[in-house]
């Protein structure tokens, strides 16, 4: 009877003895996890209201960080649709200026100096495709929809202008080419516009002229990125910021929003508008300046003429120079509000750290002696644990 309650009232203890170490080393874990996370509580039966109101401020806050990510990326893009819409505008006025500067008949007598002037045009054509086919990071800032595709290409005597886009839903891409093929004064006469499909295996479709290439033109232009970022309403898209530019609305000047607009109440007034705006696009009115000169150094332009087309692109410039810079404040616009809205939105995600921290977060002073209080629990659990294990296979026997 006596080995019998020896053995027992050891196993007993060693059970009891054994609950009672796993505690301490549970409320150890559990005030460790508390320093580290910072939450008072970690799990709902420990207050739950606390806790469902640390969810829903949990829930604001990575809505918050969404966003912010978000905004950055788009602030970059905008930032490089800014830069390069400003580039083609002052790019222009530099072009203006070589306008008046070859129209004088004391600089257009010498068929060098009209040559050098009729590359320089040519130089700043390719510079501007150049700025239209900006990247940031592996994204074409004016390619619209598409992201993958190099948009633009120009002819080595910019009177061709070739737009390579892929369309969403399209497993090819669409090439859409217009070239100037006179220099009247007239974009009926001097432009014509052709359309091709590439499929993924690399079949082309029969090619679509005039008008019908033209729609697909614009089709392109009213594409749109809208994205919700906290500003506007996410239910009605068009209160949403449209971070969509693409190149050809930077040359006619024409935004997507004014182009749905306009083509949904009159579509001949809106096709007629987009062909007279690519006329007149900073692009080809140095095309039509080049031209220009290479017609008056070969003989098929007189002085006369020269000068009164140099006179209507001039005048033109103006009107251009001032509607790409109608697209470059509005880019400059869409800028500022994103800039406001990060910073909104990071000062918002510091008042809900604080509202987090006064509802939900541990108090770093008291958890820290909480551990320190079952640390040294733990440590003589262990130290009399080692006591009670000393004892052997005799005391059970004797």
């Not at 602030?75 to 083609?88: C, F, M, P």
């Not at 359309?195 to 614009?218: F, H, L, Q, R, W």
């Not at 692009?283 to 087309?309: H, P, Q, Y």
Request: charge should be negative.
């Amino acid at each position: 009877m006596r080995v019998t309650n020896t053995r027992v009232t050891n196993t007993a203890m060693n059970r009891n003895f054994g609950r009672s170490v796993n505690d301490v080393h549970s409320k150890l874990n559990k005030a460790m996890n508390k320093i580290s996370s910072g939450r008072a509580y970690e799990a709902a039966a420990e207050n739950p209201l606390a806790y469902y109101e640390g969810n829903k401020l949990d829930n604001k806050y990575l809505e918050l960080q969404s966003q912010l990510g978000v905004l950055g990326d788009l602030k970059h893009r905008l930032e490089e649709q800014e830069k390069g819409a400003y580039s083609i505008q002052t790019k222009l006025a530099e072009a203006q200026n070589k306008m008046i500067y070859i129209r004088s008949s004391s600089n257009n007598e010498g068929e060098q100096t009209v040559e050098t002037v009729r590359q320089d045009f040519l130089q700043k054509g390719q510079f501007m495709v150049n700025c239209l086919n900006g990247q940031y990071e592996d994204y074409y800032v004016f390619g619209g929809n598409d992201a993958s595709n190099i948009p633009f290409s120009l002819s080595s005597d910019a009177k061709e202008l070739t737009f390579n886009h892929k369309f969403p839903g399209d497993d090819g891409v669409t090439t859409m080419t217009i070239k100037l093929t006179g220099n009247t004064g007239d974009p009926e006469k001097d432009l014509t516009f052709e359309s091709t499909y590439t499929d993924a295996n690399g079949n082309t479709s029969a090619p679509k002229t005039g008008d019908a290439a033209v729609a697909d033109i614009m089709k392109a232009m009213k594409e749109q990125g809208r994205v919700d970022v906290g500003y506007g309403n996410i239910a009605k898209r068009d209160t949403l910021i449209d971070t969509f530019t693409g190149g050809l609305n930077v040359l006619t000047g024409i935004t997507s929003d004014a182009l749905k607009e306009k083509d949904s109440s009159d579509p001949a007034g809106a096709l007629k508008e987009v062909k007279e705006k690519l006329y007149n696009s900073p692009l080809f009115l140095v095309a039509r300046a080049a031209d220009a000169c290479e017609g008056l150094n070969d003989g098929s332009l007189s002085t006369g003429d020269f000068d009164e087309k140099m006179g209507v692109l001039i005048d033109q410039t103006t009107t251009t120079h001032s509607w790409v810079g109608t697209i470059y404040s509005d880019l400059g616009n869409k800028w500022a509000t994103m800039e406001n809205l990060e910073t909104k939105h990071k000062k918002t995600s510091q008042n809900l750290q604080e509202e987090y921290k006064d509802k939900l977060g541990a108090d770093p002073y008291e958890a820290i002696t909480e551990m320190f209080s079952y640390q040294y629990s733990y440590s003589a659990a262990l130290q009399i644990g080692s006591r009670l294990m000393q004892s052997s296979l005799f005391d059970f026997i004797r």
